[in-house]
């Protein structure tokens, strides 16, 4: 019990600790990324399109970069800790026209009820998410049965096994820098956490960047 009671303590912690880090970085965070968002942006296009339409949930919105790529058949709901960049996002989605509900929200602790959502989507989140497989649980719980869980996220390179040895010497630096981990094995998470995963594409060389597309686990037939 004291064990548990201690590693809730310390996400806590560490929930504080990256909220208030994205607060701090959400005036200038698209500036950070302006040089790869080219690509970026090509991956998010193929991302959204596979989403289609009905109720949606969209995890770590941060500040709406694929706003403009939500389907109009969709209704989505944003969700993201820090509330510095859910304001960037307001901005973006009412520059855009775009009818999006965007709310304060942590996706360790989602606040709507079971099978609320047809689909959730995830882009480059769970590097940043204390407890990624806590989160992951919830995406599985807000779903809908049948529903789908579509991520797009960077991982830790396995091959040649130097590559992954070095990002996981420079990950606590880079972590206390970005808040992000860069050695996150995010297609096994989604597996650990009781996912049906579908499929798995590398999207980027050597596999650091991956698109996941996942379900809730049928529970309906045990056994």
Known sequence: MSELVGARAT??????????????IAPYYDLTEAL??????????????????????????????????????????????????LQQARRKAAKLGRPVELRAMDVQEL????????????????CSVPD??????????????GG?????????????AIIG???DMLDPLLVRMTGAHINRRTAENVRRAGLEVERVENRAPLG??????????DTSHPG
């Open 36 to 85: 790869l968002e080219p690509i970026f942006s090509r991956w998010r296009r193929k991302l959204w399109a596979m989403v289609g339409g009905g109720r949606v949930l969209e995890v770590g919105v941060g500040t709406g970069k694929n706003l403009r790529y939500h389907p109009p058949e969709a209704e989505v709901t944003g969700v993201d800790l820090s509330d510095r960049m």
């Open 111 to 126: 606040e709507f009820p079971d099978g609320s959502f047809d689909a959730a989507v995830a882009t480059f989140v769970f």
């Open 11 to 24: 996400a806590a912690r560490q929930t504080t600790s990256t909220q208030a880090r994205y607060n701090r």
């Open 165 to 167: 040895q070095l990002m």
């Open 148 to 160: 789908q869980i579509v991520l797009l996220e960077h991982v830790r390179v396995d091959r040649p």
């Open 208 to 217: 650091l960047v991956k698109l996941i597309v996942a379900r809730p686990a």
């Open 132 to 145: 990624p497989l806590r989160g992951l649980r919830e995406l599985a719980r807000v779903v809908r049965p």
